[in-house]
C-alpha cells in the first residue's frame, strides 16, 4: 500500500521499499492517499451514474456505473480506479470524447483496453483504463460490472435475519474503504462527485441511498436517485428491504422495517429540534431532507452518517431517548464529514473529533448540560482504555495508516482525543469567539476535503494569529502529532456521577443493600455505575444486582454491553445464557468486540466465545467478520468473509 501507484505506474522497481526499508521510515506526505490507487493528480471524477439491478435472492448487484471526469494531466492516458471483489465486464468510452472523433452521435460507446492489477488483501485492484488523447473539457467512461462474495461492503440478509421475514435485505457500509467493493470509482475521500442513481429491484422492496429520497414513492421495485452536491465515495450509500417510512417532522423521518417502525420514530422525534440547534450554532443544514433508516442489527457500526439517510443501529431503540446522542451525532457529520471532509483517513479525526464536538453541543442544548457532559465522561473514561492499550504512535490524532487497514484500526483516540483539543480550543478563546471561527470554517471549506495541515493554517490565521498569546502553535502541535492525552487539557467533570460513585462504594463495602441504590438514576449513571466497578466481584454480588435491576434482561443494549463485561469478567453464569443471545442478534463492532476479547481471556471463555461465534458469524457483516476472527481465531488463515451469511456452521 505504500506502493501507492507503483506498480499501476509501471515503476515497481523505485518505489518498493519506500517505507521501512532497512529500519529507516519514510515520512507520511500529508495529503496522499495511502489507501487508493486512484490516480487523482491526472484525472478527477466529478459526476457518477449508476444503473444498478440488485438480486437479494442471488445476493449480487450488477449494472453500469458511468463516470464523469476531467484529465487534469493533458498527457496521461491511463486512468486508474479502484476496486475490491468487482468482476468488469466491460469499458467503454464515448465515443465523442476522442480526439479526432468523426461521429457527432453523443450516444455511440466504443470499447476501451483495461486491465486489472493483482489485488492487495487490503486495498483491491487497481482497474487501468486506456485512454486515447482528448481535449473535452470533461470526458465520460461507463463500465459494466457486477458484484461478487467478495464484495465486502454489502451486507446481504436472508428473509429470515430480517424483522419483517418477509423478503431479503441488502445494506452497503462503504466508509472507510469499502466503496470499491460495490463501484468501481476513484475511492478516495479526496474526491468528491455528485451522483445520480437507478435502481432496480424485485416488486415489494424499497430501494433508499444516500440522496433525494422520496418518502411517497411506490414500490414497484423502479427507483431513481440525485445526489446533487459533490461527496466522496464513502458517503454513497444504498440499502434495499421491506421498509416503510414515517414522517417525524417536515423535514425528517424514518425507514424502518414494519415491526421496529413505531418504536423507532417515537425514539427519533426530536431530530428536528436537533437540527434546528446545528443550523443556529454551525449554519445551515445544506442538504435538503434528514432521514434515519434503522438498520438490521447486524449494522456495524452505531450510525453511519450517509447524507440526506443516517444509517442507525436498532441498538440505540432504547425505548427513553437515551442512547439518541449517536443521531445527534451522525446529524453533525451533515456539517464536520459531510459538507468539510478528510482528505485522507489519516485525517479521521477533522471527521469525528469535531463531530463529538458538535454532538456534545447539541445534547447540551436540546437535552441539558448534564447529560452531555455525563456522556463527555464516559467518553474520557472509554478514551483512557484505550489509551492503555495503543502504541504512542497509534495516540496521535494525525495517524500513519500505512499498510493497514483503516477499517481494523479504529480507536477513540480521532472521536475523544479530537473532542477534547476543540474543547480545550473552546476553553482557551472563549465561546464567542471559537463559535465564530467554527462558522467560518464551515462556510471557508463547504463541500471541500482538507487535510489536518490545512485545518491547522486556517486555525493560525483565524484563530492563533488573530487572538495572540493565547494558544500557542507547539500547545496545538502537541495535540495533533503527540501521545495521550496533553497536559493543558480541559477534562469533563459531571457532579451526576458523584451520588453514584459514593452508592457504588457503599455498596461494595456491605453498607447498602442494591435495592436501596439508583433511584431515578439514567441509562449514563447506570453505565458508569457499571464501567467504575472492580474487576472482581462475588457471585453473590452480582446476583443482588442483577435481582434489584434486572441487567441481564434489560433492553438497553449499552448497560446490556457494561453488564455482560462483569458477567464474563467474573464467570457470572446466569448471564450467559443472555450474552449468547446479544452475540447472536447484534453485529454493532463496538459493543461485540470487547465482549469476544474479554471471553477469550480465559479457557471456559474461549470455548463459549468459539461456540457462540460459530453461530453468530454467518450473520455479521464481512467487516464484522473480518474483525471477530481477528479475535477468535487469531493466527487462522483469512477466513471466508464472503458476506453471503451462507457460510459458518449450523
Ligand atoms: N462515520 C462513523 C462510522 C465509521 C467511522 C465507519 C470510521 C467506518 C470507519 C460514524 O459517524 C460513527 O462515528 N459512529 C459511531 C457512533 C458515534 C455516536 C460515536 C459508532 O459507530 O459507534
Ligand atoms: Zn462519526
Known sequence: MALK??????????????????????PIESGLDYHSYANVDQFRVTHLEL????????????GIAALEFKRLDPSANQLVLDTKGLMVNDVRQKATDVLGATSKNQTIWVSRPFHMEKPDPILGSALVIELPPSRKPVESIRIDYETTAASTALQWLTAKQTAGRHKGFLYTQSQPIGA????PLQDTPAVRMTYKAKVHTESGVLAVMSADNDPTVKHKGEYSFIMPQPIPSYLIALAVGDIEFMATGPRTGVYAEKPVLKAAA???ADTESMIETAEKLFGPYRWGRYDILVMPPSFPVGGMENPRLSFITPTVIAGDKSLVSVIAHELAHSWSGNLVTNATWRDLWLNEGFTDYLESRIMTAVYGAERASMEEVLGLKA???DLKTLKPQDQVLAIDLRDRDPDLVFSNVPYQKGRLFLNFLDAKFGRERFDGFLRGYFDHFAFQSITTEEFLGYLDDNLLDRFPGIVTREAVNEWVHGPGIPADAVLPVSSAFQPVDEARTAWLAGGVA??????????QQWLYFLDNMPAALRTQQLA????????????????????FRLVIANNYQPGFSSLEEYLKTIGRRKLIEPLYTDLMKTPAGTVFAKRVYAKARPGYHPETVKAIDAIVNPGAAEGSTDGTGAEGSE
Open 5 to 26: 501507484h507503483c506498480c499501476v505506474a509501471g515503476l515497481l522497481l523505485l518505489c518498493a521499499g519506500m517505507r521501512a526499508h532497512g529500519g529507516e521510515i519514510t
Open 51 to 62: 444503473d444498478l439491478r440488485v438480486d437479494l435472492p442471488g445476493k449480487t448487484i450488477n
Open 180 to 183: 470499491r467493493t460495490w463501484i
Open 266 to 268: 417515537k425514539e427519533f
Open 383 to 385: 478514551l483512557r482504555d
Open 514 to 523: 442494591a435495592k436501596k441504590i439508583g433511584l431515578g438514576w439514567v441509562a
Open 544 to 563: 443482588e444486582l442483577d435481582k434489584a435491576f434486572g441487567f441481564t434482561h434489560t433492553q438497553n443494549a449499552e448497560i446490556a454491553h457494561s453488564w
